[in-house]
């Protein structure tokens, strides 16, 4: 069975610092890892995936297979950085996805 | 074409009643997603469809939960004798296949409140 875990509910930080959001996964093949994000009153969206090894909005993920992790990092937080941002797992490309339970990110000034 | 649709948007509904949930996705998307989200959780996925079959029913799908796609366009999600526990969040999302990443975009969701 694949589970993703994130261990924290609600992360704050302040305006400037760095930013990490813990992802952990447990799946026995090769999965494909993915951040989605939702801000206030919008809809779940994409935000990144690890195939694709590209930063968006500062953010970057990388897919350490040994730890089984697929942390979200960004240097410098911004106020518009403010969302919930949840990790999910896929068995394949077009499957299923398999989410955590989301961690909320509040950036203060 | 302004992304995923799902109609209503919002519905209360008694215990023990049956509902119906809309969900129109893009419109040159093969392959069409329904997920539950409770408060404090992530989305689960409950069912997904490529064109008009259904490919996949997670377990959480019990039988009073039916999902369509008759002509593989809009779905319709029904919950027949609800129960509060079925109170959520219910999301569509539709992705294509055949082009690498399939990225799923998601509606904005139906709440459903049963009392």
């Known amino acids: 069975a694949q589970r993703v875990t994130q261990p924290e509910k609600l992360l704050s930080v302040f305006k400037g610092a760095p930013v990490e959001l813990k992802c952990n996964y447990s799946?026995?093949?090769?999965?494909?890892l993915f951040w989605y994000v939702q801000y206030s009153r919008q809809r779940l969206q994409l935000l990144l995936r690890?195939?694709s090894r590209e930063s968006i909005k500062g953010f970057t993920a990388d897919l350490n297979k040994g730890e089984t992790s697929f942390h979200l990092k960004k240097p410098f937080a911004q106020e518009e950085d403010s969302a919930m941002y949840y990790c999910a797992l896929a068995r394949e490309t077009a499957s299923k996805l398999t989410f955590g339970t989301g961690t909320r990110l509040q950036v203060t000034l | 074409d302004t992304g995923v649709s799902q109609n209503p948007r919002h519905k209360i509904t008694k215990r023990g009643q049956n509902v119906t949930f809309r969900c129109d996705p893009i419109s040159e998307h093969n392959r069409l997603y329904w997920y539950r989200q409770t408060l404090g959780q992530g989305p689960e996925f409950l069912t997904y469809f490529q064109n008009e079959a259904q490919l996949e029913k997670s377990r959480l799908l019990s039988d009073r939960f039916s999902a369509e796609r008759p002509k593989g366009s809009f779905s319709t999600l029904e919950i027949q004798r609800t129960e509060q526990g079925d109170s959520a969040m219910y999301l569509c999302a539709s992705g294509r296949t055949g082009t690498g990443f399939d990225e799923q975009f998601f509606g904005p969701g139906t709440r459903l409140t049963v009392l």
């Open positions: 799946y026995s093949g090769s999965p494909e």
């Open positions: 690890h195939i």
